[in-house]
């Protein structure tokens, strides 16, 4: 399931954070790529653990802790800190899988990676190419966002970004553990959510309603119960 979160940030949030990346040493992508997707990386990141790095990082962790559809989509267990990339003059990403397992720099935390976030800081208009493409099994999905937008996907898909041909492609990615380890189980509790928030919203009044919609929020919990890892 892919899941596009629009406006994580605001406008103002997205112009500070552009002023502070803007402003920090940017060295060789290859530094947190593995083995095989050094070969197909070409682009450039924020050394992790940077003083920038952490502050815009942090901007990034508290707004997806406030915003309700990225917490009902992902049910997110561990967060890994943000990093940032950077993409122009024909820079790309080669098709590539992200390593299931990644350990959290300066601690023995490990998380193992269920889905990986692309964050977007660079309005489409202003570069061609940088598209990130998804492949499952309907298909490729391409996906360019606004500045502010993120989206989701699994990282069990292969991916891959475009040659960025024009302009430049700022972007934050990371990747969380959720507690829901399969795609399919997080996704029907997602749907799940949306159908009981829907119903909420439009019976209010109505006993039955009101009585189906504490039902099924039992059902809700009662899955999450049975399938969450802690
Ligand atoms: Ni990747």
Redesign the pocket.
Known sequence: MLITVPDLLTKEQVAEARRLLESAEWIDGKVTAGHQ?AKAKNNQQIAEGHPVAKEVGEMILRALGQNPLFLSAALPLKIFPPLFNRYSGGQN?GT???NAIRQIPGTPLRIRTDL?ATLFFENPENYDGGELCVEDTYGVHRVKLPAGSLVLYP?TSL???TPVTRGTRLCS?FWLQSMIRDDGQRSLLFDLDLGIQRLGGELAGNETAEKTAVQLTGVYHNLLRQWAEM
Do not use: I, L
């Open positions: 997707s990403f590539h899988v992200d990986s990282s991916h891959h970004v990615f």
